[in-house]
């Protein structure tokens, strides 16, 4: 008997037509992104933060940001329009001087024809000339350069390349502090302590030395030795040494400051780079790192100049405030700064306060030249790198 079994159906799937594709539209198009978007969009918590409240709520900032644009640059404006206004008012007050005296005022003087006396400062007599605090103000500067700058650059290399790490940040904060003492404090120490030193102790040990017979047979013909050398006369404790110690105790920490960060801007490739030809660690520093730093060393030395020709208070309390012209570091003398300080509020006439507005414009001049060359060559070797504090 045959038994036959029935087959299963067999269906075969009719393929689809592809039919023509929609038009795309942008409204299609942003549809399908909002699907597609839909799906894998992540549950979104209906908080909003408190910035994002303030930013939806503030409306439209252009017209705030542009005000707060102006006023910003206002307020850099304003500190080209008060040098602006500084050195007018100086150029108009000392229109009187100027046109009496003119440019002599600043290099000649007047003889007493029955003493052969140079005189330089006559109020009495209308007569002014400030060759003498020219003078003055040169001198002490010159002598606190001398004193300062080799010690401020030995704490900047002691600070970068020698000082262990946990006296490294307690120096530095100590010898900054220095320039914020006032200057009427360093004037009333140096009255009370330095002119008492220098005139038991420093000046009588220099005066000897450079008096010495011996010393004056040898070195006479500089002109230098001897009683009209620079530690002649009479020994009075004030005077022109006595101003250019005590500027060399405040410039001192700027100079130092500033060398600082022109060393520590020197890469370490350069000192490791040193070291390993063998070099010790002077011959490191001075290869490797001052001479590297040195347009920088120097543009410090300037801005320290700066600040020691436009000291007053300090200056005018030791300096003896004489108008006198004298070899002798132990004389006493004016300065520029010390001169206006002392007779502008005791001016007799109109000539005489012109004069001395003009021997304060002249600083300021000097000053403003004077700091931004320091400030140029400083940028010149740290492109406005910032000091790194190790």
């Given at each position: 008997?045959?038994?036959?079994?029935?087959?299963?159906?067999?269906?075969?799937?009719?393929?689809?037509?592809?039919?023509?594709?929609?038009?795309?539209?942008?409204?299609?198009?942003?549809?399908?992104?909002?699907?597609?978007?839909?799906?894998?969009?992540?549950?979104?918590?209906?908080?909003?933060?408190?910035?994002?409240?303030?930013?939806?709520?503030?409306?439209?900032?252009a017209i705030a940001d542009r005000a707060f644009g102006g006023v910003m640059l206002a307020c850099a404006a304003s500190i080209f329009g008060i040098v602006l206004l500084i050195a007018?008012?100086?150029?108009?007050?000392?229109?009187?001087?100027?046109?009496?005296?003119?440019?002599?005022?600043?290099?000649?003087?007047?003889?007493?024809?029955?003493?052969?006396?140079?005189?330089?400062?006559?109020?009495?007599?209308?007569?002014?000339?400030?060759?003498?605090?020219?003078?003055?103000?040169?001198?002490?500067?010159?002598?606190?350069?001398?004193?300062?700058?080799?010690?401020?650059?030995?704490?900047?290399?002691?600070?970068?390349?020698?000082?262990?790490?946990?006296?490294?940040?307690?120096?530095?904060?100590?010898?900054?502090?220095?320039?914020?003492?006032?200057?009427?404090?360093?004037?009333?120490?140096?009255?009370?302590?330095?002119?008492?030193?220098?005139?038991?102790?420093?000046?009588?040990?220099?005066?000897?030395?450079?008096?010495?017979?011996?010393?004056?047979?040898?070195?006479?013909?500089?002109?230098?030795?001897?009683?009209?050398?620079?530690?002649?006369?009479?020994n009075l404790g004030l005077g022109l040494l006595a101003a250019g110690v005590i500027l060399s105790i405040m410039i001192l920490p700027i100079i130092a400051s500033l060398t600082r960060?022109?060393?520590?801007?020197?890469?370490?490739?350069?000192?490791?780079?040193?070291?390993?030809?063998?070099?010790?660690?002077?011959?490191?520093?001075?290869?490797?790192?001052?001479?590297?730093?040195?347009?920088?060393?120097?543009?410090?030395?300037?801005?320290?100049?700066?600040?020691?020709?436009?000291?007053?208070?300090?200056?005018?309390?030791?300096?003896?405030?004489?108008?006198?012209?004298?070899?002798?570091?132990?004389?006493?003398?004016?300065s520029m700064a010390s001169v206006i300080a002392n007779e502008f509020s005791e001016a007799t006439s109109d000539l005489h306060r012109s004069a001395l507005i003009e021997i304060g414009?002249?600083?300021?001049?000097?000053?403003?030249?004077?700091?931004?060359?320091?400030?140029?060559?400083?940028?010149?070797?740290?492109?406005?790198?910032?000091?790194?504090?190790?």
């Amino acid at each position: 008997m045959k038994v036959t079994a029935p087959l299963s159906d067999i269906r075969i799937r009719k393929p689809e037509t592809i039919s023509a594709p929609a038009a795309v539209t942008p409204a299609n198009t942003q549809g399908e992104a909002n699907k597609v978007a839909g799906e894998f969009r992540q549950p979104v918590s209906p908080e909003v933060s408190e910035v994002r409240r303030f930013l939806i709520g503030r409306g439209n900032s252009a017209i705030a940001d542009r005000a707060f644009g102006g006023v910003m640059l206002a307020c850099a404006a304003s500190i080209f329009g008060i040098v602006l206004l500084i050195a007018v008012e100086l150029v108009k007050q000392s229109q009187l001087s100027w046109h009496k005296f003119g440019l002599p005022f600043f290099y000649k003087f007047n003889v007493d024809p029955d003493t052969k006396v140079p005189l330089f400062w006559d109020p009495v007599n209308g007569s002014f000339f400030a060759l003498p605090f020219i003078y003055g103000t040169l001198i002490t500067s010159l002598v606190a350069l001398l004193i300062a700058v080799p010690l401020a650059i030995g704490v900047a290399i002691f600070l970068t390349e020698m000082c262990p790490r946990f006296l490294r940040g307690p120096l530095s904060f100590f010898t900054e502090l220095l320039a914020a003492i006032p200057s009427v404090v360093y004037g009333l120490w140096a009255f009370f302590v330095l002119v008492p030193l220098l005139r038991l102790h420093i000046n009588p040990i220099l005066m000897q030395i450079f008096n010495n017979p011996a010393t004056v047979k040898l070195f006479g013909w500089t002109g230098l030795v001897g009683e009209d050398g620079l530690f002649g006369g009479v020994n009075l404790g004030l005077g022109l040494l006595a101003a250019g110690v005590i500027l060399s105790i405040m410039i001192l920490p700027i100079i130092a400051s500033l060398t600082r960060e022109v060393m520590t801007a020197v890469p370490h490739s350069q000192r490791e780079a040193v070291l390993a030809l063998g070099a010790t660690r002077w011959e490191m520093i001075r290869v490797a790192v001052l001479r590297n730093a040195r347009i920088g060393i120097v543009g410090s030395i300037i801005l320290g100049l700066g600040r020691a020709l436009g000291e007053t208070m300090a200056v005018a309390m030791v300096i003896g405030n004489t108008a006198q012209i004298s070899r002798s570091l132990l004389s006493t003398g004016h300065s520029m700064a010390s001169v206006i300080a002392n007779e502008f509020s005791e001016a007799t006439s109109d000539l005489h306060r012109s004069a001395l507005i003009e021997i304060g414009l002249a600083l300021f001049v000097v000053t403003i030249l004077v700091n931004g060359l320091a400030r140029l060559l400083v940028w010149a070797v740290t492109r406005g790198t910032p000091a790194r504090v190790a």
